[in-house]
């Protein structure tokens, strides 16, 4: 049984940072392209960032280009996003998700094809 989880979202000020969590269990973890995605209510669920199976290669939304980064560690089964010069923007429900394929495009191909985690909060006031 594949499980997602996600922790670190919270309530920030604009400016300021957070560091987010996604534990993933049940595959095999570097079989896996990882993605961060986003979403509002009333919107669609949109790509924040997503990284290869071995963390080399790394793709980001335009909107937070130079302000997250996103990584892993295939040791610990764990992918992480450090998000800095936070933005009312940025406020939204953040998923993670693994997508079959060690591509960093694997979470984008076929999203009814990822497993999710649940989400964690964040939001940002101004």
């Known amino acids: 049984q594949v499980r997602v989880q996600e922790s670190g979202g919270g309530s920030v000020q604009a400016g300021g940072s957070l560091r987010l969590s996604c534990k993933i269990s049940?595959?095999?973890?570097?079989?896996?392209?990882l993605g961060w995605f986003r979403q509002v209510p009333g919107k669609e669920r949109e790509e924040v960032a997503c990284?290869?199976?071995?963390?080399?290669?790394?793709h980001y939304v335009d909107s937070v280009k130079g302000r997250f980064t996103i990584s892993r560690d295939n040791a610990e089964n764990m992918m992480y996003l450090q998000m800095n010069n936070l933005k009312p923007d940025d406020t939204a429900m953040y998923l993670c998700?693994?997508?079959?394929?060690?591509?960093?495009?694997?979470?984008?191909?076929?999203?009814?094809?990822?497993?999710w985690g649940q989400g964690t909060q964040v939001t940002v006031s101004s």
């Open positions: 990284i290869n199976w071995n963390g080399a290669n790394t």
């Open positions: 998700a693994a997508g079959p394929g060690a591509a960093v495009t694997a979470p984008l191909v076929d999203m009814a094809k990822n497993y």
């Open positions: 049940g595959l095999t973890f570097d079989d896996y392209g």
